[in-house]
Protein backbone atom coordinates (compact mmCIF):
# COMPACT_ATOMS: atom_id res chain seq x y z
CA UNK A 1 0.00 0.00 0.00
CA UNK A 2 0.91 3.74 -0.49
CA UNK A 3 1.98 3.72 3.22
CA UNK A 4 4.29 1.05 3.22
CA UNK A 5 6.29 3.54 0.22
CA UNK A 6 8.70 5.29 1.93
CA UNK A 7 8.95 8.86 1.31
CA UNK A 8 11.79 9.47 -1.53
CA UNK A 9 13.88 12.91 -1.67
CA UNK A 10 14.76 14.07 -5.01
CA UNK A 11 15.77 17.54 -6.39
CA UNK A 12 13.85 19.78 -8.86
CA UNK A 13 15.77 20.20 -12.15
CA UNK A 14 19.02 22.07 -11.95
CA UNK A 15 19.04 26.06 -12.40
CA UNK A 16 21.80 26.49 -15.12
CA UNK A 17 21.00 26.47 -18.73
CA UNK A 18 21.99 24.07 -20.23
CA UNK A 19 21.31 21.10 -18.86
CA UNK A 20 24.42 18.64 -19.03
CA UNK A 21 23.33 15.13 -19.49
CA UNK A 22 25.02 12.42 -20.14
CA UNK A 23 23.81 9.05 -21.60
CA UNK A 24 24.73 5.77 -22.90
CA UNK A 25 22.31 5.96 -26.10
CA UNK A 26 22.66 6.24 -29.37
CA UNK A 27 20.50 8.83 -30.48
CA UNK A 28 21.87 12.08 -29.19
CA UNK A 29 22.31 13.69 -32.42
CA UNK A 30 18.64 13.96 -32.96
CA UNK A 31 18.67 16.14 -29.54
CA UNK A 32 18.46 19.61 -31.33
CA UNK A 33 17.29 21.71 -28.09
CA UNK A 34 19.69 24.18 -27.29
CA UNK A 35 19.08 23.70 -23.60
CA UNK A 36 20.34 20.32 -23.32
CA UNK A 37 24.17 19.92 -23.92
CA UNK A 38 25.51 16.29 -23.85
CA UNK A 39 28.86 15.54 -21.74
CA UNK A 40 31.35 12.51 -22.19
CA UNK A 41 32.05 12.56 -18.52
CA UNK A 42 29.29 11.41 -15.97
CA UNK A 43 30.92 12.67 -12.97
CA UNK A 44 30.17 16.55 -14.55
CA UNK A 45 26.40 15.82 -15.42
CA UNK A 46 23.37 17.30 -14.12
CA UNK A 47 22.01 14.86 -15.33
CA UNK A 48 22.18 10.73 -16.17
CA UNK A 49 20.10 9.27 -18.41
CA UNK A 50 21.13 5.47 -18.66
CA UNK A 51 19.06 3.25 -21.13
CA UNK A 52 20.66 -0.25 -19.87
CA UNK A 53 18.92 0.78 -16.04
CA UNK A 54 21.43 2.88 -13.79
CA UNK A 55 22.48 -0.09 -11.37
CA UNK A 56 26.07 -0.18 -12.46
CA UNK A 57 26.62 3.87 -12.16
CA UNK A 58 27.65 5.95 -9.64
CA UNK A 59 25.66 9.30 -9.35
CA UNK A 60 25.67 12.40 -6.97
CA UNK A 61 22.85 13.36 -4.66
CA UNK A 62 22.48 16.50 -7.10
CA UNK A 63 21.66 14.58 -10.31
CA UNK A 64 18.53 13.71 -11.94
CA UNK A 65 18.66 10.21 -12.73
CA UNK A 66 16.61 7.80 -15.36
CA UNK A 67 15.94 5.17 -13.28
CA UNK A 68 14.31 3.87 -9.32
CA UNK A 69 15.96 1.52 -6.73
CA UNK A 70 14.44 -1.64 -7.38
CA UNK A 71 12.52 -0.47 -10.84
CA UNK A 72 13.03 -4.20 -11.62
CA UNK A 73 9.69 -5.04 -9.63
CA UNK A 74 8.25 -3.42 -12.66
CA UNK A 75 9.99 -3.26 -15.71
CA UNK A 76 10.82 -7.42 -15.74
CA UNK A 77 7.74 -8.99 -16.90
CA UNK A 78 8.19 -11.57 -14.20
CA UNK A 79 8.55 -8.96 -11.01
CA UNK A 80 6.22 -6.84 -12.46
CA UNK A 81 3.73 -9.90 -12.38
CA UNK A 82 4.22 -11.02 -8.60
CA UNK A 83 4.63 -7.38 -7.32
CA UNK A 84 1.00 -6.73 -8.54
CA UNK A 85 -0.06 -10.15 -7.05
CA UNK A 86 1.23 -9.12 -3.59
CA UNK A 87 -0.06 -5.69 -3.96
CA UNK A 88 -3.80 -7.51 -5.04
CA UNK A 89 -3.71 -6.06 -8.40
CA UNK A 90 -3.19 -8.98 -10.72
CA UNK A 91 -6.99 -8.03 -12.20
CA UNK A 92 -4.80 -5.61 -13.97
CA UNK A 93 -2.57 -7.76 -16.00
CA UNK A 94 -3.57 -10.80 -18.03
CA UNK A 95 -3.46 -14.46 -15.85
CA UNK A 96 0.71 -14.87 -15.60
CA UNK A 97 2.97 -17.95 -15.00
CA UNK A 98 6.58 -17.74 -14.39
CA UNK A 99 8.00 -20.85 -16.44
CA UNK A 100 10.48 -21.42 -14.22
CA UNK A 101 8.43 -21.58 -11.00
CA UNK A 102 5.22 -21.87 -11.96
CA UNK A 103 5.16 -24.50 -14.78
CA UNK A 104 2.88 -27.18 -13.07
CA UNK A 105 0.17 -24.23 -12.72
CA UNK A 106 0.73 -23.23 -16.36
CA UNK A 107 0.34 -26.86 -17.77
CA UNK A 108 -2.75 -27.24 -15.25
CA UNK A 109 -4.64 -24.13 -16.71
CA UNK A 110 -3.35 -25.10 -20.67
CA UNK A 111 -5.05 -28.65 -18.95
CA UNK A 112 -8.17 -27.11 -18.22
CA UNK A 113 -8.87 -24.41 -20.91
CA UNK A 114 -8.16 -23.79 -24.48
CA UNK A 115 -6.39 -20.56 -24.05
CA UNK A 116 -3.59 -19.42 -26.18
CA UNK A 117 -1.09 -18.04 -24.01
CA UNK A 118 1.95 -15.45 -25.34
CA UNK A 119 5.37 -16.31 -24.10
CA UNK A 120 7.90 -13.42 -23.76
CA UNK A 121 11.26 -12.91 -22.27
CA UNK A 122 11.77 -11.57 -18.86
CA UNK A 123 13.73 -8.25 -19.87
CA UNK A 124 13.29 -7.83 -23.56
CA UNK A 125 11.09 -5.44 -25.53
CA UNK A 126 10.35 -4.62 -28.99
CA UNK A 127 8.18 -8.21 -28.97
CA UNK A 128 11.59 -10.23 -29.39
CA UNK A 129 11.16 -13.61 -28.50
CA UNK A 130 7.59 -13.90 -28.12
CA UNK A 131 5.57 -16.58 -29.37
CA UNK A 132 1.57 -16.90 -29.35
CA UNK A 133 0.67 -20.73 -28.61
CA UNK A 134 -1.66 -23.58 -27.19
CA UNK A 135 0.83 -25.94 -27.84
CA UNK A 136 2.61 -28.17 -24.35
CA UNK A 137 5.18 -29.22 -26.11
CA UNK A 138 6.52 -25.65 -27.30
CA UNK A 139 5.65 -24.33 -23.56
CA UNK A 140 8.02 -27.41 -21.71
CA UNK A 141 10.67 -26.39 -24.66
CA UNK A 142 10.54 -22.55 -23.81
CA UNK A 143 10.57 -23.77 -20.42
CA UNK A 144 13.85 -25.63 -21.07
CA UNK A 145 15.29 -22.71 -22.40
CA UNK A 146 14.53 -20.86 -19.33
CA UNK A 147 13.33 -16.67 -18.49
CA UNK A 148 10.40 -16.65 -19.82
CA UNK A 149 6.85 -16.09 -18.71
CA UNK A 150 3.89 -17.29 -20.15
CA UNK A 151 0.37 -14.95 -20.02
CA UNK A 152 -3.07 -15.73 -20.89
CA UNK A 153 -3.56 -14.21 -24.72
CA UNK A 154 -6.79 -11.54 -25.58
CA UNK A 155 -8.22 -13.59 -27.64
CA UNK A 156 -10.83 -11.00 -28.28
CA UNK A 157 -9.44 -7.70 -28.51
CA UNK A 158 -10.51 -4.37 -28.21
CA UNK A 159 -10.75 -3.47 -32.08
CA UNK A 160 -9.68 0.25 -33.66
CA UNK A 161 -12.76 2.19 -33.74
CA UNK A 162 -11.28 4.38 -36.16
CA UNK A 163 -12.35 1.47 -39.10
CA UNK A 164 -14.64 -1.63 -39.12
CA UNK A 165 -12.18 -3.68 -40.10
CA UNK A 166 -11.30 -5.41 -37.08
CA UNK A 167 -7.91 -4.63 -36.24
CA UNK A 168 -6.11 -5.35 -32.53
CA UNK A 169 -3.99 -2.17 -31.25
CA UNK A 170 -2.54 -0.58 -28.35
CA UNK A 171 -2.11 2.64 -27.00
CA UNK A 172 1.95 4.38 -25.85
CA UNK A 173 1.30 6.81 -23.45
CA UNK A 174 4.58 8.51 -22.94
CA UNK A 175 5.04 9.38 -19.18
CA UNK A 176 7.02 10.91 -16.07
CA UNK A 177 7.28 9.50 -13.10
CA UNK A 178 8.90 11.91 -10.40
CA UNK A 179 8.84 10.52 -7.33
CA UNK A 180 6.90 7.99 -6.06
CA UNK A 181 6.29 9.12 -2.58
CA UNK A 182 4.87 11.67 -2.76
CA UNK A 183 3.65 10.53 -6.00
CA UNK A 184 4.50 12.97 -8.57
CA UNK A 185 3.36 11.91 -12.52
CA UNK A 186 3.70 13.48 -15.10
CA UNK A 187 1.58 12.30 -18.46
CA UNK A 188 2.05 13.35 -21.97
CA UNK A 189 -1.59 14.79 -23.83
CA UNK A 190 -0.56 13.09 -27.17
CA UNK A 191 -1.10 9.56 -27.37
CA UNK A 192 0.58 7.49 -29.76
CA UNK A 193 -2.12 4.90 -31.46
CA UNK A 194 -0.22 1.72 -33.74
CA UNK A 195 -2.66 -1.17 -34.82
CA UNK A 196 -2.26 -4.29 -36.83
CA UNK A 197 -2.38 -4.33 -40.12
CA UNK A 198 -4.81 -6.98 -40.95
CA UNK A 199 -7.94 -7.91 -38.76
CA UNK A 200 -7.69 -9.68 -35.82
CA UNK A 201 -8.12 -13.75 -35.65
CA UNK A 202 -7.00 -16.72 -33.56
CA UNK A 203 -6.52 -18.76 -36.79
CA UNK A 204 -3.86 -16.61 -38.33
CA UNK A 205 -2.06 -15.50 -35.21
CA UNK A 206 1.11 -16.44 -36.97
CA UNK A 207 0.65 -13.84 -39.49
CA UNK A 208 2.70 -10.87 -37.99
CA UNK A 209 0.12 -8.31 -40.01
CA UNK A 210 -2.61 -10.19 -37.56
CA UNK A 211 -0.84 -10.48 -34.11
CA UNK A 212 1.44 -7.15 -34.23
CA UNK A 213 0.72 -3.28 -33.89
CA UNK A 214 4.01 -2.72 -34.32
CA UNK A 215 4.65 -2.66 -37.97
CA UNK A 216 8.06 -1.23 -38.19
CA UNK A 217 9.62 -4.23 -35.85
CA UNK A 218 8.55 -6.24 -39.26
CA UNK A 219 9.61 -3.88 -42.58
CA UNK A 220 5.59 -3.16 -43.13
CA UNK A 221 3.93 0.06 -44.20
CA UNK A 222 1.87 0.62 -40.97
CA UNK A 223 -1.72 1.81 -41.34
CA UNK A 224 -1.99 4.27 -37.94
CA UNK A 225 -4.70 6.77 -36.84
CA UNK A 226 -3.89 9.95 -35.87
CA UNK A 227 -4.24 10.90 -31.91
CA UNK A 228 -7.20 13.01 -32.99
CA UNK A 229 -9.00 10.39 -35.64
CA UNK A 230 -8.85 7.97 -32.72
CA UNK A 231 -10.19 10.17 -29.99
CA UNK A 232 -12.84 11.07 -31.63
CA UNK A 233 -13.75 7.53 -32.56
CA UNK A 234 -13.16 6.04 -29.27
CA UNK A 235 -15.05 8.55 -27.42
CA UNK A 236 -18.30 8.01 -29.59
CA UNK A 237 -17.76 4.45 -29.48
CA UNK A 238 -17.81 4.60 -25.51
Not at 167 to 195: F, G, M, Q, T, W
Request: glycine letters at 4%; a negative charge.
Amino acid sequence: SATDVPTSTYTRPPAPTPLKVWTDVAWTSEVTDPRIEFVEDAAIADAVFAHSGGGKYQVLEHQLVSWFAYEAALIKKDHLAATLRRAGLAHLAPITFDLETELDALLGFLAATDAHVILKPYDLGRSIGHSVTKSIPQVLAYAAAGGYVAQRYVGEPHALPTDSRGRKYDIRVVALLRSAAPLELYAHDHVYVRCANKAHSLANVDDVEVALTAMHLVERDADYPTTSAFIEAFDKEN
